[in-house]
């Protein structure tokens, strides 16, 4: 099984600023099988980022997925209030189980 | 637009089994995609519970595969979780969710419904 290790696990930053959200899998993964979710209190996940680049319908280009192999990044180009939450990546396997989701990096307002 | 609602019992006691059903509105179970179960204890992160297809195959993560069943009504759009001897450490907010058309990752959750296993 992929284990997938997000880095840092707090961030603290203020509006505007660039936010870098780093993950890695214990193995090289299809770029195909990498994502990114954001999660706010109460709310369930929600879809940023699939096939580690491409942006989910609806949201907004400052939200950049890049990396290949073992290492992955979230870029968030300039931070708006709404965007501080915890941040998820997940890796799809080929095999069970299907979706490892790393441990997540909460983005706090500095 | 796709909805997912979970409902079922929010305590369940200890030894006992987790039942939960998700219904889907907005879009057919048969649609050609894999529906899944996730959960998440409190304060803690995401963990994937298990897959269903329309047709009937599943798969399940193997640290929960023995105590897991997951089951589709297409008569009434809907599919199913359970999960036998519960405890403490199953509490948790589960989600139902669908993989997105892109394949590889969730694209559509539930609200979320929090089950307490205590006595």
């Known amino acids: 099984e992929i284990v997938v290790t997000q880095s840092p696990g707090t961030l603290s930053l203020s509006p505007g600023e660039r936010a870098t959200l780093s993950c890695r899998a214990s193995?090289?993964?299809?770029?195909?099988?990498l994502a990114w979710y954001q999660q706010k209190p109460g709310q369930a996940p929600r879809l940023l980022i699939y096939g580690a680049s491409s942006r989910a319908t609806g949201i907004p280009d400052r939200f950049s997925g890049s990396g290949s192999g073992t290492d992955f990044t979230l870029t968030i180009s300039r931070l708006e209030p709404e965007d501080f939450a915890v941040y998820y990546c997940?890796?799809?396997?080929?095999?069970?189980?299907?979706?490892?989701f790393g441990q997540g990096t909460k983005l706090e307002i500095k | 637009q796709v909805q997912l609602q979970e409902s079922g019992p929010g305590l369940v006691k200890p030894s006992g089994t987790l039942s939960l059903t998700c219904a889907v509105s907005g879009g057919s179970i048969s649609s050609g995609n894999w529906w899944s179960w996730v959960r998440q204890p409190p304060g803690k992160g995401l963990e994937w519970i298990g897959e269903i297809y329309h047709s009937g195959s599943t798969n399940y993560n193997p640290s929960l595969k023995s105590r897991v069943t997951i089951s589709v009504d297409k008569s009434k759009n809907q599919f199913s979780l359970k999960l036998s001897s519960v405890t403490a450490a199953d509490t948790a907010v589960y989600y139902c969710?669908?993989?997105?058309?892109?394949?590889?990752?969730?694209?559509?959750w539930g609200q979320g419904t929090l089950v307490t296993v205590s006595s």
């Open positions: 997940q890796q799809y396997g080929s095999s069970p189980p299907r979706y490892t």
């Open positions: 193995q090289s993964v299809s770029s195909s099988y």
């Open positions: 969710a669908r993989e997105g058309d892109h394949g590889y990752s969730i694209a559509y």
